[in-house]
């Protein structure tokens, strides 16, 4: 079993800036992608960035210069740090990580949420 625990979200105004982490623990091999999910009331949840095992990464067009996304492979952890917030970018926040055990499964885990509340 693997279990994930998110922090850092809270209240800041606009212009400001936050700083996520999605730590991973228990039964884990290799971690694949690693992707941070947003979900703002009445609306779809959203993807908004995601690193790759290599490093690549991808964003939604919405947070492309503001936001980066990066990982520290040794401590199983991703992080948003999140610049320039707007309060478009109110919405609880999921991180989301592929991970492999030894016997090559491959499986989905999702975080419990943190909430990112942008004050304008």
């Known amino acids: 079993q693997v279990q994930l625990v998110e922090s850092g979200g809270g209240l800041v105004q606009a212009g400001g800036s936050l700083r996520l982490s999605c730590a991973a623990s228990?039964?884990?091999?290799?971690?694949?992608?690693m992707t941070w999910y947003r979900q703002a009331p009445g609306k779809q949840r959203e993807l908004v960035a995601t690193?790759?095992?290599?490093?690549?990464?991808n964003y939604a067009d919405s947070v492309k210069g503001r936001f980066t996304i990066s990982r520290d492979n040794a401590r199983n952890t991703v992080y948003l740090q999140m610049n320039s917030l707007k309060p478009e970018d109110t919405a609880v926040y999921y991180c989301?990580?592929?991970?492999?055990?030894?016997?090559?499964?491959?499986?989905?885990?999702w975080g419990q949420g943190t909430q990112v509340t942008v004050s304008s």
């Open positions: 228990g039964t884990i091999f290799s971690i694949n992608a």
């Open positions: 690193i790759r095992s290599g490093g690549t990464t």
């Open positions: 989301k990580l592929e991970v492999d055990d030894r016997w090559n499964n491959r499986n989905n885990y």
